[in-house]
């Protein structure tokens, strides 16, 4: 049951996502029939706490003794550039998951989690500006930048900001019923549920300053509808097969399937949302080959529809079309 929430503050904290712990677990919502947890904000040592961007600084009273009985224990956004996390920081976050505690990092919280080898061997996520770092300095961890958050194992790593919200009333939901998640949303004036493997709705990028095969990545996302493979990527690369996968998860954190799904994902978002195109049109377009596919990895990593998806984003002109194509399926 989730009942005490500790929020560990590290220099440089951002003070957007530690707003977000506060608003969700900080508030006494018993008035309204939602829940009221013991929350506690703490720091290696108590006394003052720089903030991101330095504008004004944070005054805690609490040391990490007040993690040693807590349900919950968040690490929000924080400067993670040069210096490491204290070892009695990460011993507390050790020392907590051990016990069975859930362990949630907010953003660039994620670094930490890292550091105290809580994210070695576990699918997580952080913003996708840090993901590549994530993955090139936890090789171990398997980092999903397209995801708003993940849960591995009680570890529980969301994505920049607003996701953090996301995250946090998902444990909600998980520990204590959808009414007690609803009740804080409704509050919040915020969805009551986004799932984690929803991305951001929004256009994005290559997702990794690739080096060597920059070139090459360009190119595939410009023939998104042609047949990849790895041997046929390879020989474009002018490398061989093993070198050629090494390359690419060194370079981008992930597999040149995975990659390509991502990619083609974005594809069908953007002719979802800027064309009237039939959904068969579209996964023939992103490279899906078929309406079936496409909606099984709308379904796998987004958690919705090409439907819905569209009802959701496109204009309303587009809405109607969704309606046709979704009673012909």
């Not at 530690?18 to 006394?47: H, K, N």
């Not at 708003?148 to 009680?154: A, Q």
């Not at 493997?197 to 990794?208: F, I, K, M, R, W």
Request: include cysteine; glycine fraction near 8%.
């Amino acid at each position: 049951m989730l009942r005490t929430v500790s929020v560990v503050l590290l220099p440089n904290v951002a003070p957007f996502e530690l707003g977000v712990a506060c608003e969700v677990f900080g508030i006494d919502r018993s008035d309204t029939g939602g829940p009221s947890f013991d929350f506690r904000v703490c720091a290696q040592e108590p006394g003052p706490i720089s903030t991101k961007g330095g504008a004004f600084g944070l005054s805690v009273d609490l040391d990490l003794s007040a993690t040693l009985d807590a349900d919950l224990v968040v690490v929000p956004a924080y400067g993670t550039d040069p210096a490491p996390v204290p070892e009695p920081v990460l011993d507390a976050l050790r020392a907590a998951h051990e016990r069975g505690a859930w362990i949630l990092s907010i953003c660039s919280g994620a670094f930490a989690l890292g550091e105290a080898g809580l994210l070695d061997d576990r699918t997580c996520t952080t913003h996708w500006l840090h993901a590549a770092e994530l993955a090139r300095r936890f090789p171990s961890a398997r980092v999903d930048p397209s995801v708003l958050y993940v849960d591995d194992e009680r570890v529980l790593t969301s994505a920049g900001t607003a996701s953090g919200i996301d995250a946090s009333l998902y444990l909600v939901r998980r520990e204590l019923g959808a009414s007690a998640a609803a009740t804080i949303a409704r509050r919040m004036v915020v969805p009551p549920h986004r799932d984690g493997g929803q991305a951001q709705y929004v256009d994005t990028p290559l997702p990794c300053d690739a080096d060597t095969l920059a070139p090459l990545l360009a190119w595939a996302v410009e023939h998104l509808d042609e047949e990849h493979s790895v041997p046929s990527l390879a020989a474009r690369a002018l490398m061989s097969e093993r070198t050629f996968a090494r390359r690419f998860r060194a370079e981008t954190g992930t597999t040149p399937a995975s990659w390509l799904t991502r990619q083609r994902l974005v594809r069908a978002q953007e002719l979802l949302e800027r064309t009237d195109l039939g959904i068969d049109e579209v996964a023939q377009r992103a490279g899906f080959g078929t309406a079936a596919v496409l909606r099984h990895h709308f379904a796998r990593s987004l958690g919705t529809s090409p439907q819905s998806y569209r009802r959701t984003f496109a204009g309303p002109a587009r809405t109607d079309d969704a309606a046709r194509d979704e009673d012909v399926a």
